[in-house]
């Protein structure tokens, strides 16, 4: 009961008209001046932060949000009025939507299960001590500093037909005759930009799983050894459960992450030929850019609705299986 | 609470420096106390050479006009559109701006452009404008939204060596001579290539001006989309024909992987040596001069591909300088767009661009007579051949006809569209836009 009473004091809202601060001592009365003082200035801190984050990133995320409710067209700001779910209508009336909507399926699962086993092989390489290690994983961690249009212009010339570096050294290891036109046939062209992908961001597994098989104890795979256990066992009985957490989240990451990233197919081929390299995301800067900004964003809610979701139900798949697990 | 009092002091004084900071920054633009006024002015279609070019022209204003400073804003120009959309929008940070054929008609809409036609009233430089650059300076109401610095207009890039070795006597005249010629220096296994076919990203306009061609007794010349008797270019039946020719130079004379071509690739194939012939503008004159692989008795340039009735359709683009509608200093901004249109100026800017000229006495200077720029005077003292004429490119849904042509274009170039479809579907999308106008 004592320790309620003292509660209720230090609650800056029991101030005015309760009875205890009526017949509190002064010295209570200094604890709570004092306690309303630092409110402030934890609010005072605070608020630059929560200023910022509001204008910077609610705002703008309310304001383009409310867009895709409008009419809402950059070549004539004359009438924004607002069209209920007209913009949502035309995009799933649109049949490239059905199109893009396939072809971010393909880049996202097409890049992140190769990025995934090349990371994990590199990052199990670097967790062995050698020589010069450092310069390695600085060597292997370098394309993650590059901008992903400038990956993309690279590698947009690299599979230049005429002109590029891999059809020549297709063709002088002799597995080639005639040059592929990467870029210009729809299959080709989504090969081209996936690789491209993977190449950029097998690091950013590398870099995630290195961390975390540095935190898997070694007496771990002392026990493992002295009980027997081969390299494989090892792996799928120790590391991987130990670091199964960091994994699936990197995952996780890594999906939103490559669902929401239109630089190297913007670079490489714009989504084209007709449409067949476009995602969401492409197509959503190909729809602002004929000023469209209604339907842009309507394509943006419908990208968010999707990651929504599908973290939702992978967040949920990964707590069952530790349920199982434990 | 003294202590309180000495925090909230503080705490007012930083957030009223923050503020002044602030307010500082925003409100760069404008006139200082000694009477100098600041106009700030973006370009759109920026790089290194031309920025370099228009800080001198502005440096020799600012002699000129002491009492006016101008701050010049390069934005990228993959960006710089949006950029100066956004601007505008905002109602601030702009004076003079870049105003491009395909944006004038969005801006001038949104009540972004300033109409000086009372500013230029009294200009004396209106009377040394080429006709075209008057044309494109009034809009049909007789506003000046815009004055022109320069045109951009096609020509026949083609090496002569090319066309020599494969027994012509001369660089193509038309698309039907184009395709023959093309198909003759086409050989894959030496990497060699008749045409530098444009699939990629605008590969729509050269389709166009092929129709253009084949049609060019019946186009209206103030809209080259439409043909005198009011129906579209693409219902014509010469329209098949045109099609028919332009789709066999990609079949028989380029590289396959061209259907992914944009303007890079395309000026790239041309600059290496790999490539006969390149449809392009003016400006590639200087990118092609640079070329270590082809010398400069290896190529030159001739005048744009007739159809079979003799005659071109050249769709100039153009640009110029505008003022916003927000700018507190329209008549200074109104000066600086004078002085830039005028006199040594403007021909420097044109030269050092590869622009056609809006001068009348600028395209008679020597500049424009010799080496590659002679295929343009060519063009310009027969103008009943090559015949001037006007794209709709100002329409509001400019930008998304070109993405939706660009994407059937390459559908037909990939086998997923026929030809006579591609012709009812632009001709369909024109006709509804033109009935809703």
Redesign the interface.
């Known amino acids: 009961m004592q320790q309620k009473v003292t509660d209720s004091v230090e609650r800056p809202s029991a101030d005015a008209g309760a009875p205890v601060a009526l017949h509190g001592s002064t010295a209570t009365r200094r604890r709570r001046s004092f306690t309303v003082r630092k409110g402030l200035a934890i609010l005072a801190f605070l608020a630059p932060a929560i200023v910022f984050v509001t204008v910077f990133i609610y705002y703008p995320m309310i304001s383009g949000s409310q867009m895709a409710f409008r009419n809402w067209n950059l070549t004539n700001l004359t009438d924004t009025s607002w069209v209920g779910l007209k913009n949502f209508e035309a995009i799933f009336a649109d049949p490239v939507f059905y199109t893009v909507l396939w072809n971010t399926v393909v880049w996202v699962f097409g890049s992140i299960i190769p990025q995934f086993v090349i990371g994990f092989a590199i990052a199990l390489w670097l967790r062995r001590r050698f020589r010069f290690r450092g310069l390695y994983q600085a060597l292997i961690f370098f394309p993650w500093a590059i901008s992903g249009f400038l990956i993309g212009i690279l590698f947009r010339w690299m599979f230049n037909s005429e002109f590029g570096v891999i059809n020549d050294l297709l063709s002088k290891v002799g597995l080639i005759d005639t040059p592929i036109p990467w870029l210009a046939d729809p299959g080709s062209a989504m090969v081209a930009v996936t690789i491209a992908n993977v190449w950029y961001g097998v690091t950013f597994f590398a870099i995630m799983i290195l961390a975390a098989l540095q935190s898997v104890p070694e007496e771990l795979f002392e026990a493992g050894s002295l009980d027997g256990a081969g390299k494989a066992r090892m792996l799928f009985q120790i590391t991987i459960p130990y670091i199964r957490v960091t994994l699936g989240l990197t995952v996780l990451l890594r999906v939103i992450w490559i669902f929401n990233f239109p630089d190297i197919i913007w670079a490489m081929t714009g989504g084209g030929p007709a449409n067949q390299t476009h995602i969401m995301t492409t197509w959503m800067i190909k729809t602002t850019q004929r000023g469209d900004y209604g339907q842009a964003s309507a394509i943006g809610l419908i990208v968010v609705a999707i990651l929504i979701v599908f973290s939702a139900f992978y967040l949920l798949a990964m707590r069952e299986k530790k349920e199982v697990n434990s | 609470m003294k202590r309180?009092i000495v925090?909230h002091k503080k705490?007012f004084t930083g957030l009223g420096l923050g503020l002044a900071a602030a307010l500082a920054l925003t409100g760069c633009t404008g006139s200082s106390d000694d009477g100098t006024v600041t106009l700030q002015m973006v370009e759109s279609l920026t790089n290194p050479a031309r920025t370099d070019v228009i800080k001198g022209l502005i440096s020799d204003f600012e002699a000129e006009n002491p009492d006016i400073k101008v701050e010049l804003i390069s934005p990228p120009t993959d960006q710089a559109d949006?950029k100066i959309?956004q601007m505008l929008?905002s109602g601030s940070g702009v004076d003079v701006l870049e105003v491009r054929d395909i944006t004038v008609?969005?801006f001038a809409?949104?009540?972004w452009l300033h109409n000086m036609s009372d500013e230029l009233a009294d200009w004396s430089g209106w009377e040394n404008l080429t006709d075209n650059a008057a044309k494109y300076a009034k809009n049909a109401d007789g506003e000046t939204f815009y004055v022109p610095y320069g045109f951009y207009g096609l020509s026949l890039f083609y090496r002569t060596d090319l066309v020599e070795e494969a027994g012509f006597d001369g660089p193509p005249a038309s698309w039907d001579d184009l395709l023959e010629q093309a198909s003759a220096i086409q050989d894959?296994g030496k990497?060699q290539?008749g045409y530098a076919f444009r699939?990629?990203?605008n590969g729509n306009s050269n389709v166009v001006v092929a129709i253009e061609a084949y049609l060019a007794d019946q186009i209206d010349e103030d809209n080259a989309f439409k043909l005198t008797d009011g129906s579209t270019i693409f219902a014509a039946p010469e329209a098949r024909d045109a099609l028919k020719t332009y789709f066999s130079i990609f079949e028989e004379a380029s590289?396959?992987?061209?259907?992914?071509w944009?303007y890079p690739?395309m000026v790239?194939?041309f600059s290496?040596g790999?490539t006969a012939f390149l449809l392009q503008d003016p400006e590639v004159i200087a990118t092609v001069g640079q070329s270590e692989a082809i010398g400069a008795d290896q190529w030159n340039t001739a005048p744009l591909l007739t159809g079979p009735t003799g005659k071109a359709i050249q769709p100039m683009a153009t640009a110029g300088w505008g003022t916003a509608e927000a700018s507190e200093h329209k008549e200074e901004a109104a000066k600086l767009i004078a002085f830039l249109s005028e006199g040594e100026a403007s021909t420097t800017f044109a030269e050092q661009n590869s622009l056609v000229p809006i001068l009348k006495d600028a395209a008679e200077s020597e500049f424009y007579k010799t080496g590659a720029w002679a295929s343009y005077v060519t063009m310009n003292e027969n103008p009943d051949t090559y015949i001037t004429a006007v794209q709709p490119r100002d329409s509001?849904?400019w930008?998304?006809w070109?993405?939706k042509s660009?994407?059937?274009l390459?559908?037909v170039?990939?086998g997923?569209m026929t030809q006579e479809e591609l012709l009812e579907s632009w001709d369909a999308y024109w006709v509804e836009k033109w009935k809703n106008e």
């Open positions: 309180g925090a705490l949006q959309q929008q008609g969005p809409t949104n009540g894959p990497n290539f699939g990629g990203t590289p396959p992987s061209s259907v992914a944009g690739e790239e194939a290496n790999s509001a849904w930008t998304e070109i993405q660009d994407s059937e390459q559908q170039l990939i997923q």
